[in-house]
Structures are given as structure tokens and as C-alpha cells.
């Protein structure tokens, strides 16, 4: 889903009623074509509707597909406008709107050359998340969990704590939970923040569909000509 998300995002070219139309194509079209990827089951009968439309959700799917909105735009008031359509497609409730819209806002503000306290400063006034907590302290009692509400702050907490990419995702990993979708926000973060390895990408890259490969690089192109 975070592959049909960049693709919906470039095809939509910022306009938002066409990246919404895009962004649930793409879905829909990924969805069909890797129908075992671990959805939920709201969003497994969403791929499957003759006319699919948002369903109220507030799962971290929405953040955890978002990170493509944090690298395509220029400003971030841009960047929060585009991650609220990509939620919208399916997580239309408030809590999934705003999971998506603080993850790709870190992610621009990584990016963008901007300090982990400021970072941390700007997602507790704007979104009004605690992350005054130690992944310590979360981590003796955290459990699985699927709501914005309980992982797109723990996944902001294990980067702002991490030294590196490599030490960002092993903080979200150490968690706990639902860690698959805690380690592909914190990723998102840390690759903003820190770059990724060059051994890592290559590695990570050796082990995708010939597809996924495909969509990663027409991303990677788009990116390089708007910078």
C-alpha cells in the first residue's frame, strides 16, 4: 500500500480530487495483486466492494502507507493536505486522518533539515501527541495495538530516541506491538533524518518483486526531478 500511495500521489500531481481517485486505484489494483499482505479485515472487504467507499477507520495502515506525502511536496501545509487525501480513501475518521498527517509532517521536517526537538515541539502542539515517554517506558507494557492513536507516537519516540536509521528501526522492532506497521513509520522517519545505508538499500531492494522494484524507481526518479 505504500507503493500504491506513491503512485497514486505522482499520478494525482497534487490535485486533490484526482489523487484520491489515483490513490484508491492504485490500492486497488496493489490490493488485487497481493491480496495476503496482512490486511485488516474492514480493508480486505473495502478491495473487495463493487464500490468501495472510507469506512471510518482509525488503524495505523493510513500512517503506515503515508511516507511517499513527506518526500513530493514542497511546503508542508502541501505535504498535510495530501496525506489527509491519501487517509481519506479508506480512513476518513479523524484519529487515521491525523496519524497519516503527523507521520508525513515529520517526515518533511527531517527532510527539510529541522532538529529532532523541534520536530518533537511541532507534533505535540499540532497534533497534540505525548512523546514525553521513553521507548523504556513504553516498551514493559505495550501490546498489540492497530489505532493511530497508540503507534504513530510510540513510532515518532523510537526515532527521536535512535543514534541511526539502523538504531531508529531496532527501537521500533524492541517495542513490540504491532511491529511491522511501527517499524515502516519509524523507517519512513529515519531514512528523512539519517539517510539510509547504502548496504541496506541494496540489500532491501535484492528482496522485492521485480514490480516493487519498478515502483520504487519511478518514485526515485520523480523525487530527483523535483530536486
Not at 88 to 98: C, M
Not at 158 to 177: H, K, M, Q, T
Request: charged content about 25%.
Amino acid at each position: 500500500m505504500t507503493v500504491a500511495v506513491a503512485r497514486g500521489l505522482i499520478a494525482g500531481k497534487g490535485i486533490p480530487e484526482r489523487t484520491f481517485e489515483e490513490t484508491k486505484s492504485e490500492m486497488r489494483i496493489w490490493g488485487e495483486t497481493y491480496p495476503h499482505a496482512g490486511y485488516g479485515g474492514m480493508f480486505r472487504r473495502w478491495l473487495h466492494a463493487e464500490n468501495p467507499k472510507p469506512y471510518g477507520s482509525f488503524g495505523n495502515g493510513s500512517a503506515m502507507r503515508v511516507s511517499a506525502a513527506g518526500w513530493l511536496f514542497d511546503t508542508l501545509d502541501k505535504t498535510l493536505e495530501m496525506a489527509k487525501v491519501t487517509a481519506e480513501v479508506t480512513h476518513n475518521h479523524p484519529e487515521g486522518i491525523k496519524g497519516a498527517q503527523a507521520t508525513a509532517a515529520v517526515i518533511f521536517l527531517a527532510r527539510t533539515g529541522h532538529s529532532k526537538p523541534e520536530i518533537k515541539q511541532y507534533v505535540e502542539q499540532t497534533f497534540g501527541y505525548d512523546l514525553n515517554r521513553t521507548c523504556d517506558e513504553i516498551r514493559p507494557t505495550y501490546h498489540h495495538v492497530e489505532t493511530c492513536q497508540e503507534t504513530v507516537p510510540e513510532a515518532i519516540i523510537a526515532f527521536l530516541e535512535s543514534v541511526s536509521f539502523e538504531d531508529a528501526l531496532r527501537n521500533a522492532v524492541s517495542l513490540g506491538g504491532d511491529s511491522d506497521t511501527l517499524a515502516c513509520i519509524t523507517g519512513g522517519i529515519a531514512e528523512a533524518f539519517y539517510g539510509m545505508p547504502q548496504e541496506l538499500r541494496a540489500e532491501t531492494l535484492k528482496r522485492l518483486p521485480e514490480d516493487l522494484r519498478a515502483a520504487y524507481e519511478l518514485f526515485r526518479q520523480n523525487l530527483e526531478r523535483r530536486m
